[in-house]
């Protein structure tokens, strides 16, 4: 009578694991941006399945061999995923898998590198901007700059099995509407990189909107100098920060929408603030601490010197599973 096999258990294990430490925030959901590449390892294990056959020694050579593997896989996209390694693995190790893993990780050389702008030539007597942008799966920096005369630059890179990002632009009497569409998939691609972009935003004195749309990936906003009247962002399961100086704080509607990702708002000390919110089961924190006075459901919150304070800032908030955090700095 021949051993059990674990493989098929630890698979199934492995899974739920994943989704546990996804549905708890422990780790996000866009881990399985990098997991999924390596969904061929599945087949290998069936196919290390019928060759070892269901002898004793062969089962449990086949429950070793799939615990290695998908131990490899976790910890590889783990890396990938954090950008800074396990602290437990050599450093050598985490710098070889973040580098590619002598291009085995990556696909660098299939990249496409393009840039997009909109020059302040074409566009003469500009006295608002509404940008909108949708990042699909990807990772971004936006950020403005009084270094460049583009009303907006765009540095991207994208896999070429992708659909190129797309930059568009309407001059509506003096409102100057820009629309920027990420990089995409056409059709199934195995062991692709996501798309990368930094987006640059000159002529600051300019008004500007934002309407940011993060689905997976990873986006970093620092914005410091450029005149912000409306800011709405919404984030799938991507992890997103936004930083706000005592200039560039939005002077109209501020709204973050939630789904299963994490967004971490940055605004200096001095500013207070309010939430309207609406929160389901993940968590809204300040300086990543859970606050006594928000629970699940529909609510408000004000900073203690909120009612006192002469800069303030009122946001609307809707989290699904995922996490919004305040930080102040």
Do not use: C
Not at 146 to 168: G, T, W
Not at 278 to 303: F, H, P
């Amino acid at each position: 009578m021949g051993s059990r096999n674990y493989s098929w258990p630890l698979i199934i294990l492995f899974f739920g694991i994943m989704l546990l430490l996804n549905t708890t925030g422990v780790i996000g959901w866009d881990i399985w941006i990098y997991t999924l590449r390596f969904w061929p390892i599945l087949v290998i294990i069936v196919g290390i399945n019928i060759i070892l056959g269901s002898s004793r020694l062969g089962r449990i050579i086949q429950s070793l061999l799939t615990l290695i593997l998908l131990l490899f896989v976790f910890v590889v996209s783990y890396i990938q995923y954090s950008e800074k390694g396990i602290t437990m693995l050599p450093s050598s190790l985490n710098e070889w898998v973040l580098q590619g893993g002598s291009g085995m990780f990556n696909l660098t050389d299939n990249l496409v590198r393009e840039d997009f702008w909109i020059s302040s030539n074409e566009y003469e007597e500009v006295n608002r901007r509404e940008i909108k942008m949708n990042m699909s799966a990807s990772e971004f920096l936006l950020e403005d700059s009084i270094d460049i005369d583009e009303y907006i630059l765009v540095n991207s890179s994208y896999p070429k099995a992708f659909r190129p990002p797309v930059i568009e632009r309407e001059l509506e009497d003096d409102v100057l509407n820009i629309y920027i569409d990420g990089a995409g998939r056409e059709k199934f691609n195995l062991f692709t990189n996501e798309s990368e972009y930094e987006v640059k935003i000159g002529h600051p004195d300019i008004v500007t909107d934002f309407d940011i749309n993060l689905g997976a990936g990873k986006g970093e906003v620092e914005l410091s100098k450029i005149q912000i009247e409306d800011f709405v962002v919404e984030v799938g399961a991507g992890n997103l920060t936004t930083a706000f100086s005592i200039n560039s704080l939005p002077k109209g509607e501020i709204r973050f929408i939630v789904g299963a990702g994490r967004v971490n708002l940055i605004i200096p000390q001095r500013i207070s603030y309010s939430l309207e919110y609406d929160l389901g089961i993940g968590n809204i924190k300040i300086n990543d601490k859970t606050v006594s006075g928000i629970s699940g459901g529909k609510g408000s919150y004000e900073s203690e010197d909120y009612r006192m304070s002469d800069t303030r800032i009122n946001m609307l908030v809707t989290v699904g599973v995922g996490t919004f955090n305040i930080e102040n700095r």
